[in-house]
């Protein structure tokens, strides 16, 4: 990823180089050669006035440096990625009057769980911040280029709910650039369900699918095996990818997540135990077990995928804001949080990283953990599909997910060399 991010840098730098070149001397000069001057004095006139207009452009761009500041959209040349020490995950939220970029209740795919204003949520500040990383912008979002972008091709999320929210997210905010809205519809007529294993949404008028695959934990459920003891009921093969992944391998853009799935309650309470070389790992721990799932992740996006056809993503763990250990307890609050205190670290977000650094591909990590720390406004909390239940692990549509998007354009778009042009 870093050799990509140089190539495109020097693919940006360059022209400015040259630009920078023609505003000094070369100009003046093949300037003056084609210039007759019938006096001396006339030379002179002429020689300092073109001194001093020089000292003048000279004073002007050491005054103002740069353009005045603005958000890049997608096609001016300063891109996101032309500020070399520019991490799009180092910043803070912003106040912004702009957001947010589409409503919930006119876009049919964003399921009612995730609208928190239709449920009931009377406060909307949480609708208007913008993540603003410390040395650069986020380019602004730009529907109508994005869909020209994605004309033809196939986007493709997997991983748990979370996922899912992302995948409405992104229909969402490109419906927004569609008038018929008739024209985007689920391939097969299904409805958005918690269970569904996979969903396509297609933009006719545009050619291309955004589809969701549900894998919470992106590996193979297996067989209880006869000699285990009696409170595995069901088993997890950590050495094998989830059935369904042959259905990834032919995508454009493929974007996983999982690790809201691995922790005890959902898993050793409920019976569920891990499985490696066809063998029970009864003393695996949930950490150790994701780190054995994403070491077969790995292999497998290493020999599987064409990554110079697929550009492949890998979005780290998303912050929750309960207030108890046991997720029975939360409250969400007006105003982002100012301290996040140690809540950008996630074990899942950093195995994640790790496993992803040592790849033999690129794959980009959305490192969304530290964004979403400050975001304690923005969880669906009792505004949800089931307001008996508090809920401080998702988070309400529009809000949080959108800017997961806004930076997955930007990143696929602000390169020269994608194969998405
Ligand atoms: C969103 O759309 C609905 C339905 O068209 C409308 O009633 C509501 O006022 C809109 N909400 C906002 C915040 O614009
Ligand atoms: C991908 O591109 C590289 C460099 O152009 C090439 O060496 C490699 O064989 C390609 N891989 C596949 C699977 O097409
Ligand atoms: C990184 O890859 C090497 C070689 O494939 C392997 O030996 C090592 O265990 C890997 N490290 C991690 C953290 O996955």
């Known amino acids: 990823m870093v050799s990509r991010l140089n190539q495109s840098l020097l693919g940006y730098f360059k022209p400015c180089y040259k630009r920078g070149g023609n505003l000094g001397h070369p100009i003046i000069g093949s300037h003056c050669k084609n210039w007759v001057f019938h006096s001396f004095n006339g030379l002179i006139v002429i020689g300092s006035f073109l001194c001093f207009m020089l000292a003048m452009a000279y004073w002007h761009m050491y005054v103002f440096p740069g353009p005045p500041a603005a958000i890049p959209i997608y096609d001016v040349p300063e891109r996101a990625h032309s500020k070399s020490e520019c991490n799009f995950f180092v910043g803070k939220w912003i106040r912004d009057e702009n957001y947010p970029l589409y409503n919930a209740s006119e876009c049919p795919f964003a399921e009612r769980g995730f609208n928190c204003l239709a449920n009931g949520r009377k406060d909307n500040g949480y609708l208007k911040w913008r993540w603003k990383p410390e040395n650069c912008d986020i380019p602004r979002f730009n529907v109508h280029d994005v869909l020209e972008k994605l004309r033809g091709k196939r986007v493709v999320f997997v991983g748990d709910s979370l996922s899912r929210t992302q995948w409405e997210s992104m229909i969402c905010l490109l419906m927004t650039g569609v008038e018929d809205k008739k024209s985007v519809y689920e391939v097969n007529g299904n409805k958005i369900s918690k269970q569904i294993r996979h969903l396509s949404i297609r933009f006719s008028l545009f050619s291309f699918t955004v589809e969701f695959y549900r894998s919470v934990f992106l590996v193979q459920p297996g067989s209880v095996p006869k000699r285990a003891p009696k409170r595995v009921k069901a088993t997890l093969k950590l050495d094998m990818l989830d059935d369904i992944s042959k259905e990834w391998i032919d995508s454009d853009i493929l974007i996983f997540n999982s690790g809201h799935w691995w922790n005890p309650g959902k898993l050793f309470e409920m019976g569920w135990y891990f499985q490696v070389g066809g063998k029970m790992k009864l003393g695996i721990s949930t950490t150790g077990a994701f780190k054995t799932a994403l070491a077969t992740w790995a292999s497998w996006i290493e020999n599987m995928v064409n990554t110079n056809k697929t550009e492949v993503f890998f979005r780290t763990f998303e912050s929750s804001h309960w207030s108890s250990r046991t997720q029975q307890k939360c409250k969400v609050t007006r ?67 959108d800017m997961w998007n806004e930076i997955l354009f930007s990143y696929l778009f602000s390169k020269e060399k994608i194969s998405l042009q």
Do not use: Y
């Open 335 to 401: 105003q982002p949080l100012s301290k996040i205190n140690g809540k950008e670290q996630s074990p899942f977000s950093d195995i994640i990283q790790n496993v992803v650094k040592n790849l033999s591909v690129p794959v980009t990590v959305l490192h969304v953990t530290p964004m979403g720390a400050f975001r304690s406004d923005a969880h669906v909390g009792t505004w949800s599909d089931n307001p008996s239940v508090p809920d401080c692990s998702h988070w309400c549509l529009p809000g949080v997910p």
